[in-house]
Nanobody, 121 residues
Framework: QVQLVESGGGLVQAGGSLRLSCAVSGGTFSNFVMGWFRQAPGKEREFVGGIFRSGKTYYADSVKGRFTTSRDNAKNTVYLQMNTLKPEDTAVYSC???????????????WGQGTQVTVSS
């Protein structure tokens, strides 16, 4: 059974940085496409960024240039480095894994529990 566990969320002031981690177990991590999504109160879940098996990355326009995702296949872990955070980045952030499919579509089969990121103004 594939399991994903996020860590690294918290409270940060606007302009600050946070790094989220997502540890994957129960599957062959290197075979997974990994995605990051977020959901703010009262809003739909939205794609943030993702990384292909090749290491190629893809980002939503709202975070491009501020967020970076990377993966360490030796540690079965994917990261989301978030810089220059804004209050509108406040949300629950979740990582997700899939063997194949569109990186930005939220129909991933495997999801983490989510971690809260709060950015104060």
């Amino acid at each position: 059974q594939v399991q994903l566990v996020e860590s690294g969320g918290g409270l940060v002031q606007a302009g600050g940085s946070l790094r989220l981690s997502c540890a994957v177990s129960g599957g062959t991590f290197s075979n997974f496409v990994m995605g990051w999504f977020r959901q703010a109160p009262g809003k739909e879940r939205e794609f943030v960024g993702g990384i292909f098996r090749s290491g190629k990355t893809y980002y939503a326009d709202s975070v491009k240039g501020r967020f970076t995702t990377s993966r360490d296949n030796a540690k079965n872990t994917v990261y989301l480095q978030m810089n220059t955070l804004k209050p509108e980045d406040t949300a629950v952030y979740s990582c997700a894994a899939r063997p194949a499919g569109f990186i930005y579509s939220d129909d991933y089969p495997y999801w983490g529990q989510g971690t809260q990121v709060t950015v104060s103004s």
